[in-house]
């Protein structure tokens, strides 16, 4: 079993505890009454009922509310400040240090706003699909919950195009361990340990707890911290709703056989059964 994770405890601390409602109200606020990705039976059809206008009346209003709260922030306060992720059309954002212990992130291009979940439950594959503000922000709180990823928003930048981009922030996690890759049995253990089971994908993640489903669980989407310990950020995460998915992500094996070094892995740490081995012909006797 894995050691509980690093900021499970300051996730329950006011501060961040603040910052996480504040990200659900506001992804409640920009919802609702909007359908939810779920309501689409196949990838093509939710990526058809979700036009321009659609990612565009969620963004006017998301520039309602960050002026509510005080939170339209200035275009060009990224100008002199240090970029540390790589320039990157399919990006997701620009990552900023803004100060030594935290980062700032900004979504990029014109009505987008990074990427939520797609779960087909009929022929069980996941995608990746454009997020609308409301979705965003939801994986980000979602990703404060079950992780304690300290997600915080900032406000909302306008682009010299007049586009809005999502600013929030997160914990900054230098490679405190360079000397000390962090391993695929690594990540699982984690995983495992905290509930998940694996999916045919080893970047995939289920827990039927709560329905909560994981991708881009690779090694690159966690940190090694000084005690030791690997944290996750960047996940993508979603809660799925709809019953006819949960019950087809449960009826999933909780291992696929096809990674043999993962599962041996796992089952060394009994975290998945071992084969149960033919009887012989004397026991059957």
């Known amino acids: 079993m894995s050691a509980p994770l690093p900021l499970r405890q300051e996730i329950l601390s006011p501060e961040n505890e603040a910052a996480t409602a504040e990200l ?9 009454g909007a ?3 779920e309501s689409h039976a196949t990838l093509k059809q939710a990526k058809l009922a979700r036009s321009s206008s659609f990612f565009a009346k969620q963004a006017e209003k998301l520039v309602a509310l960050a002026a509510e709260r005080h939170a339209v922030l200035p275009a060009d306060m990224f100008k002199h400040v240090q970029l540390i992720s790589s320039p990157d059309d399919t990006a997701e954002t620009n990552v900023f240090l803004m100060q030594e212990d935290r980062v700032h ?3 990029q291009g014109i009505n987008f ?6 779960y087909n439950s009929r022929f069980n594959y996941i995608e990746n699909i454009e997020a609308t503000p409301a979705e965003y922000l939801a994986r980000l709180a979602l990703a404060n919950r079950i992780f304690g990823a300290d997600n915080r928003f900032e406000g909302v930048a306008i682009d010299e195009d007049g586009a ?3 600013v929030t922030s997160q914990r900054y996690f230098d490679s405190e361990e360079e000397d000390r890759p962090i391993q695929e049995i690594e990540v699982a253990e984690l995983m495992t340990g905290e509930g998940f089971c694996a999916r045919p994908s080893e970047r995939e993640w289920y827990r039927p707890e709560d329905g909560i489903l994981v991708d881009d669980a690779h090694e690159d989407n966690f940190r090694r911290l000084k005690n030791g310990n690997i944290f996750p950020i960047d996940l993508m995460l979603l809660k799925v709703e709809s ?3 949960r019950k087809s992500l449960e009826g999933q094996p909780p291992a696929p056989e096809r990674f043999p070094r993962l599962i041996a892995g796992l089952r060394r740490l009994h975290l998945v059964p071992r084969k149960k081995q033919p009887q012989t012909e004397q026991e059957i006797g």
């Open 243 to 245: 019953s006819t998915s």
């Open 164 to 166: 809005p981009r999502i």
């Open 35 to 37: 359908p939810s990705v």
């Open 113 to 118: 706003f990074g990427y939520t979940l797609f």
């Open 24 to 32: 659900e109200a506001l992804a409640q606020a920009l919802g609702k």
């Open 105 to 107: 992130k900004v979504t």
